[in-house]
Nanobody, 124 residues
Framework: QVQLVESGGGLVQTGGSLRLSCAASGRTFSSYTMGWFRQAPGKEREFVAGINWSGDSRDYADSVKGRFTISRDNAKNTVYLQMNALKPEDTAVYYC?????????????????WGQGTQVTVSS
């Protein structure tokens, strides 16, 4: 079992930055692939970024490439999402997710554990 708790969301102006954190419980965090997803009002939840257990494999949605960076610190059981050059269309609830296994997938169906989400609002 893994419990995930996101933090770091908030209100920011267009062009600003935020760093989301996801703290995981459990002693096997380093064996999990981690992902960030987001869901905007009236839209389906979508993949944002993913990172494998060692951090040497990462994937991003096209809409955030070059602006967002996912990273992890296995010693702290934490995964991060650094978000720069934020746009109003980045406004959403952001969720952290974990899956057993070593591959990054973009489908939310591949992820076993989810956090409660943190709101990110980008004002124009």
């Amino acid at each position: 079992q893994v419990q995930l708790v996101e933090s770091g969301g908030g209100l920011v102006q267009t062009g600003g930055s935020l760093r989301l954190s996801c703290a995981a419980s459990g002693r096997t965090f380093s064996s999990y692939t981690m992902g960030w997803f987001r869901q905007a009002p009236g839209k389906e939840r979508e993949f944002v970024a993913g990172i494998n257990w060692s951090g040497d494999s990462r994937d991003y949605a096209d809409s955030v490439k070059g602006r967002f960076t996912i990273s992890r610190d296995n010693a702290k059981n934490t995964v991060y999402l650094q978000m720069n050059a934020l746009k109003p269309e980045d406004t959403a609830v952001y969720y952290c997710a974990a899956r057993s296994g070593h591959s990054v997938y973009t489908s939310q169906l591949k992820y076993d554990y989810w956090g409660q989400g943190t709101q990110v609002t980008v004002s124009s």
